[in-house]
């Protein structure tokens, strides 16, 4: 007995390890704007949360953190943030200088009460400044990816091929393109 108990406590103990519980890691657009090293910074999304917002209307939010990484041979080399720190030569305040600038900020978007535009998903307003005249093809946040189809999800498969939380993945992916598109970052 007592080694089928170890049986399965060995069991669920690989299982555990096995489970891949990394974070969704979206590559972002190259900041210009931003330089490290004479080279434009590259950025990454890490998704912390995404979730349903439970009110009927099929809404989400989501939670990213942006981080910004130096370029290696045009591929995303070293964390800034950790090149900041380990440099020797920096003082205390240089460092907390650039840790600010080039440190980690969260995004957090929730499509309730949001309006876009019904054909590129640009952010926009119900109704025009007067207030009484609706904006041209302005419909709530939540119409317009209830519209979205899964053909337009970069990547995705047949339905009968595709697995459901690999769908789910690149849904995510397309909701973090499209708010690259709208340069909420």
Excluded at 18 to 47: C, E, F, H, T, Y
Excluded at 115 to 139: E, L, S
Aim: glycine share 6%; hydrophobic share 40%.
């Amino acid at each position: 007995m007592k080694n089928i108990i170890l049986f399965f406590l060995l069991l669920l103990a690989i299982n555990s390890i096995a489970q891949d519980v990394s974070p969704i890691v979206v590559d972002l657009p190259d900041n210009p704007r931003l330089q490290w090293g004479g080279l434009a910074v590259k950025q990454r999304a890490v998704v912390l949360a995404w979730q349903p917002v439970i009110n009927g209307s099929k809404e989400f939010y989501i939670k990213v953190k942006i981080q910004n990484w130096s370029v290696n041979a045009g591929t995303y080399g070293s964390l800034i943030t950790s090149l900041i720190q380990a440099d020797g030569t920096l003082s205390s305040d240089q460092q907390s200088r650039l840790l600010i600038q080039y440190g980690d900020w969260f995004f957090e978007h929730q499509s309730t009460s949001v309006w876009c535009d019904n054909t590129t998903g640009a952010i926009t307003t119900q109704f025009q400044q007067d207030g009484i005249t609706p904006t041209v093809n302005a419909v709530p946040e939540a119409a317009y990816w209830q519209q979205f189809k899964l053909n337009q999800v970069s990547g995705m498969g047949s339905i009968t091929t595709q697995g459901a939380f690999d769908s789910e993945y690149k849904i995510i992916k397309a909701v973090i393109a499209q708010m690259t598109t709208r340069k909420n970052w």
